[in-house]
Structures are given as C-alpha cells and as structure tokens.
C-alpha cells in the first residue's frame, strides 16, 4: 500500500507522525506546496513533491491523504478523483455545504471511496456508550443533551466558522449515538453557541457549545446526558455513568472495547470492498447539519434539515401514466388482469418487495391464493368486487383498504359491470 500525504502543516504533521509509526506497512509519500520542508522528509527518506500531479504520477500512489486547509479541499479531491484515487480527508468535507455536496456527489457517480477523518465516535468510551445504548440499557431514547465549553485563542474569520471546524464533530456524535437524523435544527449564537435538534423517532437532542469559557473544561468530545425510559447513560469527563432503578453503575476501563482508529478503517473498508464508516457521503449529513445550523442563526429561526438525508432527486411515478405489462391469469384467477409494476424490491431501502398497479376486467378474478412470511394490502381506487380473506367474503369498493398478514389466503373477484382498479403491495418481514 503506497499512500500519498497532501498537506504537513498543523494537522498534517500529526498524520504523518501517526503514519510512520502505527502503520509501517504504507509507504509513504508527501505533498505541500512550501519547498522549504523538503530536507525534513528527505531527511526521513520520504520523497516529497510541491506538485500533487507530479507526485501522482511519479509515486503511483494506491490512496492520497488530503490534509490541507479546507478551503483547498476541494481542489485536492478533484486531482485524486481524476486520476481515480480514493481519498481519506479531513474534515470539514469542503469550505462550503454546495462545494461538499458536489464532491460526494462526483465520488459516489465515479465509484470512488471517499472517507472523512472523524475520530470523536473513535474514542473507546464513546463507543462503549453507544454499545450501551444498542444493548438497551436506558430502553427508548428520548432525550440527549451535549455541552462543550474549553478556551481557545485560535482566531476564525467567522465566528460561525465553529460549526464546521468543530461543532461538526458533535452533529456526528448525536447522530452515532442515537442512529437517527435529524429533522429540523433551530441554533442561536451570542456568548454561546446553543443548538436545538428536532430528530426522528420524537428524540430532541440540544448542544451548548463555547471556546470562550473561564471555568472548568471539557473533554473534545464534551460531556453529554441521554435519558432513556428506563434509565439516563451520561458522559462525563470520558467516564460513563449508567442510572437505573435508583442505582448508578461506573465504566471507566475501556480495554475491552473495539476502537480502531479512522485510517484503520479507511484500509479496512478498501480491503472488503464495502463503505467506510464514516464515508464522505454519510459525513455530508453533518456539515449539512453545520450548514442548517448557519442558516438558523442568520434567520432566527428554525429550519427543516430533511433534504440532507439523501441528495438524490424525489421519486414520482404516476400510476395511469405507466405501462401496462402482458396481460395474464392471476394466481390461477378467471380470465386476464392487466398490471403495472410501478415500484420494485430494488427501489426501497425497507422491507416492501413491490408496488402495482392492477385492473380486473368484468368476470375476472385474483385467484384465492397465500403467501407466506409477508403482508400485502389492496387499496381499491375505483369500480367494486368480492374480496373473499380466509374463507370470509366481503363487497369491497372504491376506497375500502384490505389488510392481508402472513400467511393468510385471499383473492379478489370483479363482479361488477366496471373495470376494478387497485394499488397492491407486498411487505417481506424483516429477519
């Protein structure tokens, strides 16, 4: 594995000192636009270029780095991208919410893996709250509150610049920990930065976040209180602490707990050809989130962050517009239906296995029949029939809705003058 580092200046210092120590295998190579660190690297026997395109040329890399100020991002993953290369990059993804939408969505048309550096959910206490919370320990989560308070002089040419140089990180550790998304995001920013989130499944989650306190500090990843309904997991100092029942257990040994570091599963995703962890199209949601939360405190008030979940078009197809199919005997029916298969398996992300459109001609039939570990259900759209679930008929007629669950047997007869008209889908059960 020969991989290219982009930038050695702060942060990337630190990549590569990491790099030749914990990861003897990867040969490495440097790229910075400042000649005058050449003789360092040479130094070490590591060749160095002030050219990303010549670097890439000569070294032939497998993977480039990007660590380079955020502003440049997006210039460097152009270059890796164009010659194919997977990247492994700091955050924040780019220096603006368009410029990080449109890269993500350059890598994912071009199939190239594309990961971003995130290594607050790598610390082992947070993934042993996270292991925890999937153990149900707390039950249901309901609410999560974060609170981040540390002095820094480090000068930003916008003071909202935080959210994408490090409130980023919080966006992804609310949406590790508690797997859901959220929904709408309202944040204002004077002394302090405070955020309100509005998630899926009814979670509100809140984070306090200021670079400016005089008191007592946080840890980066912040101290942080998740109620459940049978219990509250909190987060304090790097040490966890589990209330339930009137009792408080403390976790404060982690040795047990799996937490590779972020270019370990960079390498390992590459090895089994799968999506890293926290791939740049997954990360998008956070510095969308960043982006939202911008957006919030320059209008005052709240803003539906919905259209981050997914970057891909809406999804309409028109049931009278589509094709018919090949008439057909259904399910051993009388005479023909005619159909049109509007949504397959492959258009969900959930359990559904189709969705049709179906017309039953005078004196035809769906023939009674049963399936097995899956529901179907029959929205009747216009004309009326003999429904017949389990032995039981039933006139149905337009705007009567049948429910069909596991295993039971069911058919629908048109014994009407009219055209019968329904929508049917097919639900599998999860397992």
Request: with cysteine; hydrophobic share 35%; proline share 4%.
């Amino acid at each position: 594995m020969k991989a290219l580092l982009v930038g050695v200046g702060g942060f990337g210092s630190g990549w590569y000192r990491r790099l030749r120590n914990q990861y003897s295998e990867v040969e490495l190579a440097v790229a910075d636009s400042d000649e005058s660190k050449r003789s360092r690297f040479e130094e070490d026997g590591v060749p160095f270029y002030t050219s990303i395109a010549e670097a890439i040329d000569q070294e032939k890399p497998d993977v480039l780095l990007n660590v380079t100020p955020r502003h440049v991002h997006k210039h460097i993953n152009q270059i890796a991208f164009d010659h194919k290369l997977p990247v492994f990059s700091e955050k924040p993804i780019a220096d603006n919410y368009a410029d990080a939408k449109e890269m993500v969505e350059r890598a994912e048309k071009e199939g190239i893996p594309y990961m971003i550096a995130e290594n607050y959910r790598r610390f082992p206490f947070v993934r042993k709250l996270k292991q925890l919370l999937e153990e149900g320990s707390i039950g249901t989560i309901l609410t999560v509150d974060g609170e981040f308070y540390r002095s820094t002089d480090r000068p930003l040419p916008d003071k909202l610049d935080i959210l994408e140089e490090l409130v980023v990180h919080h966006f992804d550790l609310v949406r590790y920990l508690t797997g859901r998304e959220v929904g709408k995001v309202f944040a204002t920013y004077r002394h302090q930065l405070h955020i309100v989130m509005d998630m899926q499944a009814g979670i509100t989650a809140t984070f306090t976040c200021s670079t400016r306190s005089k008191g007592k500090t946080t840890d980066w990843s912040g101290n942080w209180r998740i109620e459940g309904s049978e219990g509250c997991l909190e987060l304090i100092d790097n040490q966890i602490y589990l209330t339930k029942d009137g009792e408080t257990a403390h976790y404060d040994d982690f040795s047990d707990v799996d937490a590779p570091g972020a270019f370990s599963e960079f390498l390992q995703s590459l090895e089994e050809q799968r999506e890293a962890e926290t791939s740049a199209k997954d990360y998008l949601r956070n510095q969308a989130l960043a982006h939202y939360a911008r957006e919030s405190i320059q209008q005052g008030q709240m803003v539906d962050t919905s259209a981050s979940w997914g970057y891909g078009p809406m999804i309409v197809r028109n049931y009278l517009e589509a094709e018919f199919g090949e008439p057909g005997v259904s399910h051993h029916g009388k005479g023909l239906t005619y159909g049109k298969r509007l949504f397959s398996k492959e258009d969900f992300d959930t359990p559904i296995m189709f969705m049709g459109y179906c017309e039953i001609p005078p004196g035809s039939s769906i023939g009674y029949h049963g399936h097995r570990e899956d529901e179907e259900v029959y929205i009747i759209l216009e004309g009326t029939g003999i429904m017949t679930v389990n032995g039981v008929q039933r006139q149905v007629k337009a705007g009567d809705i049948v429910l069909n669950k596991p295993w039971w047997k069911h058919g629908l007869e048109n014994n009407s003058d009219e055209p019968l008209r329904a929508i049917i889908f097919e639900v599998m059960k999860k397992g």
